[in-house]
Structure formats: C-alpha cells, structure tokens
T-cell receptor, first 117, second 116 residues
Framework: GAVVSQHPSWVICKSGTSVKIECRSL??????MFWYRQFPKQSLMLMAT?????????EQGVEKDKFLINHASLTLSTLTVTSAHPEDSSFYIC?????????????FGPGTRLTVL | AQSVTQLGSHVSVSEGALVLLRCNYS??????LFWYVQYPNQGLQLLLK??????LVKGINGFEAEFKKSETSFHLTKPSAHMSDAAEYFC??????????????FGAGTILRVKS
C-alpha cells in the first residue's frame, strides 16, 4: 500500500524557536496533503489542506502565520510551527492522497510528537 | 456539520472473543464512513469504508462493519479477537467521496486490549 513518512518522529524545542516537520509520500504523487493535530485522548483535528503548488487552506481557528505549510512538490509537504510555545505541544499527523494511490483514500503518516519547553 | 461519537475509550476482550467497537455519527447528508486502525508508532491504516453501496462492509484482517441509517451507527466487529488486533481504532465520517475534497471528521478513538 501507499506509504507516508514523517520526520522527525519526535522533537523537543525551547519556547520561541521554530520547528519544521516534514511529510513525504514515498511511492505515489500526493496532489493533496492534510495536516492534523491530536491532543491526548481526543480525536484528530484537521488544521489545513494543501494542494501541490497552491497555498494551504486553513481550518477556522488555525493561525496561518503560526503554522506555515508548504507543499512545493508532489512528494513533500512541510509544517513549520513558528515561535513555538508550550501550548503548541501536541501530536501532529499528516496524510496524503493522490494519483497512484487511489484519489478517494487518505494515507496517514506515523505522526510527530512536539514538546515545547 | 458532521460529528462522530465512539462509545468507550477503552475496550478489553479475551483472545478468541467477539470484538465490538461502537461508532455513531451525525451528518446532514448521506455519509461516507470509515474505520482506521493505528498501531504504536505507525500511521492510521484504513480498515474499511462505507460509500453508499452495500450496508455490510468487509475489511482487512477479518473486520466488518454494518451501516444502520435508522440508528446512525457504523459499529466495527470481528468474530474472534487475536492478540495482534490490539491497537487504537478510529471511526470517521465525511460528506462524500474524499476525491471531491470532502473532509474526514474523526471520533476520539477506542483503544482495544486483547487478553490472553
């Protein structure tokens, strides 16, 4: 099946610094990628949707200047948490769908745990 | 707006026993429904999906789910639990095919424990 990877799997940073998380589709072209956030014991909440080569569409309540999303190629999307603060600590999950993997199915990465001190 | 409720954040069954994970949804249009499984340190994997065809959907690893419109439910079952089924399971709903930009809305997840 289609594989989506994320890097890093976990990261710890100091308050005020920026952190970049990568999401890659390994064996298909991801025309659309999604970024989710998951708090402990809660469901995945969609943060934004991005189509390759276009600006991301953010969900209501998500600060686009805080969570910068880039989807410059068909296999890579990045999420940058700018000026991170402890309340940004969470589990971030990406998913992708696209040609070669069934456009009606989303494939998920393993997630990145961010801890901001 | 759609929503999903998964009853029971933790379910424990004995090996060989029936697995039943409950999911109720709310949607203003005919829904598409999904079950995903997440093993530790891995991404969510699609188990099965309902897309307005047959109401009984069979998925991978012996799992199946039945869409019941009158009960707004999409419970996941497996006749005989295996130790390898221990994982977290997520139910999700969308307003239509993901191919047309519809979004997934997830439940909070149910952790399945299988006792030997």
């Amino acid at each position: 099946g289609a594989v989506v990877s994320q890097h890093p799997s976990w990261v710890i940073c100091k308050s005020g610094t920026s952190v970049k998380i990568e999401c890659r589709s390994l064996d298909f072209q991801a025309t659309t990628m999604f970024w989710y956030r998951q708090f402990p014991k809660q469901s995945l909440m969609l943060m934004a949707t991005s189509n390759e080569g276009s600006k991301a569409t953010y969900e209501q309540g998500v600060e686009k200047d805080k969570f910068l999303i880039n989807h410059a190629s068909l296999t890579l999307s990045t999420l940058t948490v700018t000026s991170a603060h402890p309340e940004d600590s969470s589990f971030y999950i990406c998913s992708a769908r696209g040609a070669g993997a069934g456009t009606d199915t989303q494939y998920f990465g393993p997630g990145t745990r961010l801890t901001v001190l | 707006a759609q929503s999903v409720t998964q009853l029971g954040s933790h379910v424990s069954v004995s090996e060989g026993a029936l697995v039943l994970l409950r999911c109720n949804y709310s949607s203003s249009v005919p829904p598409y429904l999904f079950w995903y499984v997440q093993y530790p340190n891995q991404g969510l994997q699609l188990l099965l999906k309902y897309t307005s065809a047959a109401t009984l959907v069979k998925g991978i690893n012996g799992f199946e789910a039945e869409f019941k419109k009158s009960e707004t439910s999409f419970h996941l079952t497996k006749p005989s639990a295996h130790m390898s089924d221990a994982a977290e399971y997520f139910c999700a709903v969308s307003d239509g095919s993901l191919e047309y930009g519809n979004k997934l809305v997830f439940g909070a997840g149910t952790i399945l424990r299988v006792k030997s």
